[in-house]
């Protein structure tokens, strides 16, 4: 769905600035974002949303068109609190908000559409990654499954030759939080990765369409700029730049979704599906999915969790995918 819907604006605006107002700028931000897409349905049914009965809200969120269910549950919620702050101000029809009898995550979950395929099993990321020419694609796929992700990819855009400890099987990571402060950490990681970013690390040349160009492309392939970066742009039309930047990572992600005709090969989807199998591994040594496991996937995946606050981070990935039920659907349904 294009960004295009949330500029529309707002129906009855006034009345909505009436119900903003107030709101710090990014509650008011995730607001808006419903409202206006409620903008539509409104003027089709012609009235405000706040005046909405069960069906015409269950139209709202089907054209929300949410990826998961926290982002079902977020919708709802804020429609929840609209229509409720239509009731205080009298301007509801009745004073009953359809939603407050909603209970339970089996209404949440009939707004995903289970079609769209958004969490990879271990044997599909091998297939997709054994199918790439390029270790400069194949091992950005394996790093994010891995753990190895960082704030715009930088874990993996400031990687380096000497950050690979190939006895250890261990890499030293650099995130880059923001413009002026940086961390870093140390993970432990597979063979396999460390494999590929040793033979990324010393690829030259880069085959262009996964070794499959065509025909009318003058050059099949790209010399790789020489650096201690492990992922390296192409020589072509760059201005020399040593480390890459981030839209280098987007643009290979693209391309290798296209390649296997995944359209929700994402970088966040492969990052949920290496968390999900690295739960899986640990539900098998301790037969249970509780707190200390969820902390650890969360430690390699650099997820924060809150000590006084335990489920606050965890709560949602959870809800979306973290959880037993999933597990068992992907690893464990043929056992």
């Not at 949303?49 to 809200?57: M, T």
């Not at 040593?242 to 970088?267: C, M, S």
Request: with cysteine.
């Amino acid at each position: 769905m294009s960004n295009q819907i949330y500029e529309q604006g707002l129906y009855n605006r006034d009345q909505k600035e009436m119900f903003l107002k107030g709101l710090n700028l990014n509650t008011r931000a995730a607001y808006e974002r419903v409202l206006n897409r409620a903008k539509i349905l409104e003027e089709q049914f012609n009235k405000d949303l706040y005046d909405f009965n069960i069906y015409e809200i269950e139209k709202v969120i089907h054209y929300i068109n949410p990826g998961t269910l926290s982002s079902v549950i977020a919708a709802t919620s804020i429609i929840q609190n609209y229509i409720r702050w239509g009731i205080e101000q009298d301007l509801r029809a009745d004073n009953l908000n359809p939603l407050d009898a909603i209970a339970g995550d089996h209404f949440y979950s009939k707004f995903i559409d289970s079609s769209n395929k958004t969490i990879f099993k271990k044997e599909e990321i091998d297939d997709i990654t054994g199918g790439l020419v390029n270790f400069q694609d194949s091992a950005i796929v394996q790093c994010i499954f891995e753990g190895v992700v960082g704030k715009r990819y930088s874990e993996i855009l400031n990687l380096r030759r000497q950050d690979i400890n190939e006895n250890a099987n261990e890499l030293t990571l650099t995130n880059e939080v923001s413009e002026k402060e940086q961390t870093t950490r140390k993970v432990t990681v597979s063979d396999d990765l460390i494999n590929m970013l040793l033979k990324a690390a010393n690829e030259t040349i880069y085959y262009k369409n996964n070794g499959h160009p065509s025909e009318n492309i003058k050059a099949p392939t790209a010399n790789l700029m020489e650096s201690d970066f492990v992922f390296r742009n192409v020589l072509l039309n760059t201005k020399g730049l040593d480390r890459a930047d981030y839209h280098l990572i987007f643009r290979r992600l693209k391309k290798v979704a296209e390649w296997n005709k995944q359209p929700y090969l994402t970088g966040i989807n492969i990052r949920n599906s290496g968390m999900l199998y690295m739960a899986y591994k640990l539900y098998e040594q301790s037969g249970k999915l509780s707190k200390p496991e969820i902390d650890s996937v969360c430690a390699q995946f650099n997820v924060q969790t809150l000590k006084n606050k335990q489920d606050y981070h965890t709560t949602r990935l959870r809800k979306d995918f973290l959880n037993v039920d999933k597990i068992k659907e992907l690893y464990l349904e043929e056992e």
